[in-house]
Nanobody, 115 residues
Framework: QVRLVESGGGLVQAGGSLRLSCAVS??????VGWFRQAPGKERELVAH????????YHANSVKSRFAITRDNAENSVSLQMNSQKPEDTDAYYC??????????WGQGTQVTVSS
């Protein structure tokens, strides 16, 4: 099993910044990412990174504003969110895929951006 524990959500004004962290424990993972979901909408990929940190992907909607990084010392993955917009308001979920391609999800953390 893989355990994912998220932290760092909250309320921020438009133009502000928040940092989400996902602590990873348990089995070895291939990659870790962040998804977000608004009520009644599908969950969408925001960013993901290989566990080695060698390859990262950011959705077009957040490219140049968000950055996903791997923290080797903390065994965690962070999502730095800058220049936030009201449309970034969502529940954010940490996701991991293990070496057998099984999927794991965190419990989610709410991010609210006020205009």
């Amino acid at each position: 099993q893989v355990r994912l524990v998220e932290s760092g959500g909250g309320l921020v004004q438009a133009g502000g910044s928040l940092r989400l962290s996902c602590a990873v424990s348990g089995r070895t993972v291939r990659s870790v990412g962040w998804f977000r979901q608004a009520p009644g909408k599908e969950r969408e990929l925001v960013a993901h990174i290989t566990w080695s940190g060698s390859t990262a992907y950011h959705a077009n909607s957040v490219k140049s504003r968000f950055a996903i990084t791997r923290d080797n010392a903390e065994n965690s993955v962070s999502l730095q969110m800058n220049s936030q917009k009201p449309e970034d308001t969502d529940a954010y979920y940490c996701h991991a895929m293990d070496i057998w391609y099984r999927h794991y999800w965190g419990q989610g953390t709410q991010v609210t951006v006020s205009s």
